[in-house]
Structures are given as structure tokens and as C-alpha cells.
Antibody, heavy 114, light 107 residues
């Protein structure tokens, strides 16, 4: 069965960086686009970024464009989110999801605080 | 980006009630509409895709309808395990957008 496991969350100071990973199994990872979605504490769901199956195209929410980079390693069945210049408003649980969205990971918490 | 407007933002209902949640897209999205259920501390769970298709394993008390810009999620007979927050999501574009959520609480 499809399994997505995020890791890499933690506490980071404003202006800092963090890299999230999403390990995929149970499906042909290299055939599917992948998304990152986040949820701030007590708030709704916010789409963050998408990468096509082969990494050829990437799309970002305006709120993270220029600071976050989505990437993938199909040889390792792993999705990444490099987060730079982090702000307090980036504090959230970050989920990876397989396109078109039926399968999500359990999430990893990122806290940006001094 | 496509805006999704979900209503109501919260509702109180009793066990056995029929509940309807609506979602409106700012532009036509055909049937590229999904519904999710989320319980506290858990990841969203997919209930319905393509506006009206039930995900495998989801009970038939959940149903969806609509096309274009207007969509509904109906729970035919609310049970204790259904008290949760529900989100609509459009996937007409890779730039997904979500409704603001509907919290279903016990009356």
C-alpha cells in the first residue's frame, strides 16, 4: 500500500534553514507528481509546492517562492523541501502528498522561533 | 489562483442528523473536486474524488455532488466518529487550493 513518511522537522530560528524529506513506498514513485502542503497551528490547509514526476517542472505558492525549493530523487524514492529564510509564519505541520491527492503522509512539524 | 469558498465554517449537529456542506469555486473546475476529513492531530483523509466518487473503504453515508463551480458533501446519518473538520480541495490545477474548512461538532 502507498506509504509516505516525512522527516526533518524541528525548531529553527527566524532566518534559518531546514530540509524536509518524504520517503515514498508502495507505488512507482518516478511516475507521479508530488506536493507539499502545510497547516499552521489551528488553521486550514495551504498548498506549498508541486514537482512533476520527472522533476521537469516545479510550482510554488507565492508565500514561499524564492525561499523554498522542492526536489526529488527518483533513485531513492524520496521527495525534498529545502526551506531557507524561514519566518515565524512558516510554522506549521508539513505534509507530502502524492498527486492527485488521495495519499498523504503523517506530517512533520516545523517551528520557527527564537 | 482558484479560490474555494466553503460553508458553513462550523455547524452543530446530533447523531443521526443529515449534514450538508457546500463548496464554491471562483471559476469552473469541471469535476476536479475532492473532499477530506481531518481529525485533531491527524493527516487529512480522502473521502471523495472527482466530485462524487467514493474512495475505497469510505462508508456510503458520505456522498458528493456538483460540477463546474458548485459542490456539496452530504453525510446521511451522522455518527460519533464523523465529528471532525471537512475540507474541499480543487485539483483542476497543480496549484491546489482548499476551502477554509467546516468543523462539525456535537450538539
Amino acid at each position: 500500500q502507498v506509504q509516505l513518511v516525512e522527516s526533518g522537522g524541528g525548531v529553527v530560528q527566524p532566518g534559518g534553514s531546514l530540509r524536509l524529506s518524504c520517503a515514498a513506498s508502495g507505488f512507482t514513485f518516478s511516475s507521479y507528481g508530488m506536493h507539499w502542503v502545510r497547516q499552521a497551528p489551528g488553521k486550514g490547509l495551504e498548498w506549498v509546492a508541486f514537482i512533476r514526476y520527472d522533476g521537469s517542472n516545479k510550482y510554488y505558492a507565492d508565500s514561499v517562492k524564492g525561499r523554498f525549493t522542492i526536489s526529488r530523487d527518483n533513485s531513492k524514492n524520496t521527495l525534498y523541501l529545502q526551506m531557507n529564510s524561514l519566518r515565524a509564519e512558516d510554522t506549521a505541520v508539513y505534509y507530502c502528498a502524492k498527486d492527485p491527492g488521495w495519499h498523504w503522509g503523517q506530517g512533520t512539524l516545523v517551528t520557527v522561533s527564537s | 489562483d482558484i479560490q474555494m469558498t466553503q460553508s458553513p465554517s462550523s455547524l452543530s449537529a446530533s447523531v443521526g442528523d443529515r449534514v450538508t456542506i457546500t463548496c464554491r469555486a471562483s471559476q469552473g473546475i469541471s469535476n476536479y473536486l475532492a473532499w477530506f476529513q481531518q481529525k485533531p492531530g491527524k493527516a487529512p483523509k480522502s473521502l471523495i474524488y472527482a466530485a462524487s466518487s467514493l474512495q475505497s473503504g469510505v462508508p456510503s453515508k458520505f456522498s458528493g455532488s456538483g460540477s463546474g463551480t458548485d459542490f456539496t458533501l452530504t453525510i446521511s446519518s451522522l455518527q460519533p466518529e464523523d465529528f471532525a473538520t471537512y475540507y474541499c480541495q480543487q485539483y483542476n490545477s497543480y496549484r491546489w487550493t482548499f476551502g477554509q474548512g467546516t468543523k462539525v461538532e456535537i450538539k
